[in-house]
């Protein structure tokens, strides 16, 4: 289903895939965004097929309806859904019957609060009581409200909305634990048990009001051009985080390894699996990597007890791997626990190695909140990130930008160390929740868009967003392979984000101000010089006018197509640098 804005009266909504987004009043957004999910017994989003659309608009109101189908495996579970659109505020309706028998973990309605509502007040009404409260500020580490009826709250002054839930129970999570830019208001509660039968013939319904009272004192008009503003400061924000790339689980070819040689990686992590044979043998082939690229390793071990570890220390002692920091986890186990890495510090000091060892988490920020993390035995945290846990468009994937800072700063409060994290991917490299019992393959944590000039936008953001103090390292993607930077003969265009930056190894980072979210900036600064990488992380052209700072000479050389196509171009004497980005275009900017 296309995506589409509809208007009535000061209420705009854009319809896309059978929900609303940017739910807005007198340009104010009152809501991210509702929409109905089928979600399997790994909590994998089974795709929706959106058919028997009809719209009906009248002056004062526009009605949609279309019927959904959810296909997959055992699950056949179709629904109609109805909107309605009104001046002064929404209906949604969800009537849906399953066709199989089959388990699940969620079927309904979810509503997505933006993350900027961080210390807003708002009050719940639950089956017993009324809560007063507010959205969150630090990331809550579990639900914030629960047995929700209906939630009022004002977005602006003098502008109210009131949301009224029916036909289940409704609860709020914060989803900047899994970098989503959103507060989440879902239903059924995980207290809980899951996953839950439904049976052939079931019928589930629902249904989300929204009514919205009030005028904002300043109506809010849409921006009338996508003119940005971008201005730097020689003023330095913090330096810039050393970058790693995790090793492929098969070797780089010699055309691979000669590309990934001009990256000077500042480490390669590795993921063994000390319960597996072969281990020497992957630890061995990557401290031979380590040695070609010119970097060390940073180690995830896998561990069963204190099995295998006297072996690995002595292998890393016996064969000088050059081992950077490492972070060691229990089999089955996503969360470090004190023990294990007291296990591993004596046997790595019993023989003369000082490593520094990392807990955290192998799983996303989530876990890391909830954990009651060894932090009196550890020398930094880690967590993961992945942008594709609860949404999988484009838009969606950017907002996640903006949330993996909000994360990054919560997480030194909470541990008050040192920061590495990673690996940062694409996709899920691990299903903390699956009940399934069932891994993630290779072929499965595969996106084309990493291939694509949006996957270079999204990197340079990430990597932007990341670069703050007490953020050590990141670690991102694959060397090589599917899920990597190289793949053969294919160089992704990500590929030239991390050697640009990396040619900066050891830079600072400056301060830079930008008038829209339609663009992502980093500012380096190493010796006299400076390089300013910007990337469009939007589908559409966007204009740019870059000042601040004086120079003599800048060379601009700007990507607009996923083949790297580019161009090169001059400015002089300190003069503004004008740019027309393509969508998801990247450029490159030295100053001299």
């Given at each position: 289903?296309?995506?589409?804005?509809?208007?009535?009266?000061?209420?705009?909504?854009?319809?896309?895939?059978?929900?609303?987004?940017?739910?807005?009043?007198?340009?104010?957004?009152?809501?991210r965004g509702i929409y109905a999910a089928v979600r399997d017994q790994d909590w994998g989003t089974v795709a929706p097929r959106f058919t028997d659309v009809q719209i009906a608009d009248d002056d004062h109101e526009i009605t949609i309806n279309f019927l959904s189908e959810h296909v997959q495996g055992d699950i056949d579970f179709l629904w109609n859904g109805s909107i309605r659109l009104m001046e002064n505020g929404l209906m949604f309706n969800f009537h849906g019957q399953a066709r199989s028998t089959f388990q699940k973990n969620r079927i309904g309605f979810c509503v997505l609060h933006p993350m900027n509502f961080a210390g807003l007040n708002t009050v719940i009404h639950t089956s017993s009581s009324l809560v007063h409260g507010e959205f969150p500020k630090k990331i809550s580490p579990h639900q914030p409200f629960k047995e929700i009826q209906s939630m009022t709250y004002e977005p602006t002054t003098d502008l109210q909305v009131n949301m009224i839930f029916e036909g289940d129970l409704f609860e709020m999570e914060d989803q900047r634990n899994?970098?989503?830019?959103?507060?989440?208001?879902?239903?059924?509660?995980?207290?809980?048990?899951?996953?839950?039968?439904?049976?052939?013939?079931?019928?589930?319904?629902?249904?989300?009001?929204?009514?919205?009272?009030?005028?904002?004192?300043?109506?809010?008009?849409?921006?009338?051009?996508?003119?940005?503003?971008?201005?730097?400061?020689?003023?330095?924000?913090?330096?810039?985080?050393?970058?790693?790339?995790?090793?492929s689980n098969r070797e780089s070819n010699e055309q691979e390894s000669s590309l990934l040689r001009q990256l000077h990686p500042s480490h390669l992590r590795l993921i063994i699996n000390l319960t597996e044979e072969g281990w020497q043998e992957r630890l061995q082939l990557a401290a031979d990597s380590a040695s070609l690229y010119g970097c060390d390793l940073e180690l995830e071990v896998i561990v069963e007890q204190d099995k295998h570890l006297d072996e690995l220390a002595g292998f890393i002692a016996d064969h000088s791997v050059p081992v950077l920091r490492l972070f060691p986890y229990q089999l089955g186990s996503y969360v470090s626990d004190s023990q294990t890495i007291q296990s591993v510090r004596r046997r790595l000091?019993?023989?003369?190695?000082?490593?520094?060892?990392?807990?955290?988490?192998?799983?996303?920020?989530?876990?890391?909140?909830?954990?009651?993390?060894?932090?009196?035995?550890?020398?930094?945290?880690?967590?993961?990130?992945?942008?594709?846990?609860?949404?999988?468009?484009?838009?969606?994937?950017?907002?996640?930008?903006?949330?993996?800072?909000v994360t990054a700063t919560d997480a030194v409060i909470k541990c008050g160390k040192p920061l590495s994290i990673g690996p940062i991917t694409f996709k899920p490299r691990i299903n903390p929740n699956a009940t399934s019992g069932a891994g993630i393959s290779i072929e499965d944590q595969r996106d084309d868009r990493q291939g694509e000039l949006f996957g270079a936008a999204w990197t340079l953001g990430s990597i932007a967003a990341l670069s703050m103090k007490n953020v050590s390292s990141i670690t991102y993607y694959e060397t090589s392979g599917p899920i990597g930077l190289v793949d053969g003969l294919q160089v992704n265009p990500l590929y030239y984000v991390f050697k640009d930056i990396t040619e900066f190894a050891d830079a600072s980072v400056l301060s830079n101000d930008c008038t829209s979210d339609a663009i992502t900036a980093l500012m380096l600064k190493r010796g006299g010089h400076v390089r300013i990488l910007i990337a469009n992380i939007t589908d559409e052209k966007q204009e740019v006018v870059i000042a601040g700072g004086f120079y003599s000479r800048a060379g601009i050389r700007q990507y607009y197509d996923s083949r790297m196509n580019y161009k090169l171009t001059e400015a002089v004497d300190s003069e503004e640098i004008g740019l027309i980005l393509a969508p998801y275009g990247?450029?490159?900017?030295?100053?001299?």
């Amino acid at each position: 289903m296309k995506s589409k804005v509809f208007k009535v009266g000061k209420l705009q909504v854009e319809l896309e895939d059978g929900g609303l987004r940017y739910v807005s009043y007198s340009g104010v957004e009152i809501v991210r965004g509702i929409y109905a999910a089928v979600r399997d017994q790994d909590w994998g989003t089974v795709a929706p097929r959106f058919t028997d659309v009809q719209i009906a608009d009248d002056d004062h109101e526009i009605t949609i309806n279309f019927l959904s189908e959810h296909v997959q495996g055992d699950i056949d579970f179709l629904w109609n859904g109805s909107i309605r659109l009104m001046e002064n505020g929404l209906m949604f309706n969800f009537h849906g019957q399953a066709r199989s028998t089959f388990q699940k973990n969620r079927i309904g309605f979810c509503v997505l609060h933006p993350m900027n509502f961080a210390g807003l007040n708002t009050v719940i009404h639950t089956s017993s009581s009324l809560v007063h409260g507010e959205f969150p500020k630090k990331i809550s580490p579990h639900q914030p409200f629960k047995e929700i009826q209906s939630m009022t709250y004002e977005p602006t002054t003098d502008l109210q909305v009131n949301m009224i839930f029916e036909g289940d129970l409704f609860e709020m999570e914060d989803q900047r634990n899994w970098t989503d830019a959103s507060y989440k208001t879902y239903c059924t509660p995980l207290e809980l048990p899951f996953p839950v039968q439904v049976e052939k013939g079931q019928v589930i319904q629902q249904s989300i009001e929204v009514v919205i009272t009030g005028e904002p004192i300043m109506e809010l008009s849409a921006e009338s051009d996508r003119l940005t503003q971008i201005t730097w400061h020689d003023e330095i924000v913090c330096e810039l985080p050393k970058i790693g790339l995790t090793l492929s689980n098969r070797e780089s070819n010699e055309q691979e390894s000669s590309l990934l040689r001009q990256l000077h990686p500042s480490h390669l992590r590795l993921i063994i699996n000390l319960t597996e044979e072969g281990w020497q043998e992957r630890l061995q082939l990557a401290a031979d990597s380590a040695s070609l690229y010119g970097c060390d390793l940073e180690l995830e071990v896998i561990v069963e007890q204190d099995k295998h570890l006297d072996e690995l220390a002595g292998f890393i002692a016996d064969h000088s791997v050059p081992v950077l920091r490492l972070f060691p986890y229990q089999l089955g186990s996503y969360v470090s626990d004190s023990q294990t890495i007291q296990s591993v510090r004596r046997r790595l000091a019993s023989i003369g190695l000082q490593i520094p060892i990392g807990g955290g988490v192998r799983t996303y920020y989530a876990e890391f909140n909830r954990a009651s993390l060894p932090l009196e035995d550890i020398d930094l945290c880690g967590y993961s990130i992945n942008p594709q846990v609860h949404a999988f468009d484009d838009r969606s994937l950017i907002e996640t930008l903006a949330a993996q800072a909000v994360t990054a700063t919560d997480a030194v409060i909470k541990c008050g160390k040192p920061l590495s994290i990673g690996p940062i991917t694409f996709k899920p490299r691990i299903n903390p929740n699956a009940t399934s019992g069932a891994g993630i393959s290779i072929e499965d944590q595969r996106d084309d868009r990493q291939g694509e000039l949006f996957g270079a936008a999204w990197t340079l953001g990430s990597i932007a967003a990341l670069s703050m103090k007490n953020v050590s390292s990141i670690t991102y993607y694959e060397t090589s392979g599917p899920i990597g930077l190289v793949d053969g003969l294919q160089v992704n265009p990500l590929y030239y984000v991390f050697k640009d930056i990396t040619e900066f190894a050891d830079a600072s980072v400056l301060s830079n101000d930008c008038t829209s979210d339609a663009i992502t900036a980093l500012m380096l600064k190493r010796g006299g010089h400076v390089r300013i990488l910007i990337a469009n992380i939007t589908d559409e052209k966007q204009e740019v006018v870059i000042a601040g700072g004086f120079y003599s000479r800048a060379g601009i050389r700007q990507y607009y197509d996923s083949r790297m196509n580019y161009k090169l171009t001059e400015a002089v004497d300190s003069e503004e640098i004008g740019l027309i980005l393509a969508p998801y275009g990247y450029v490159c900017i030295d100053l001299i």
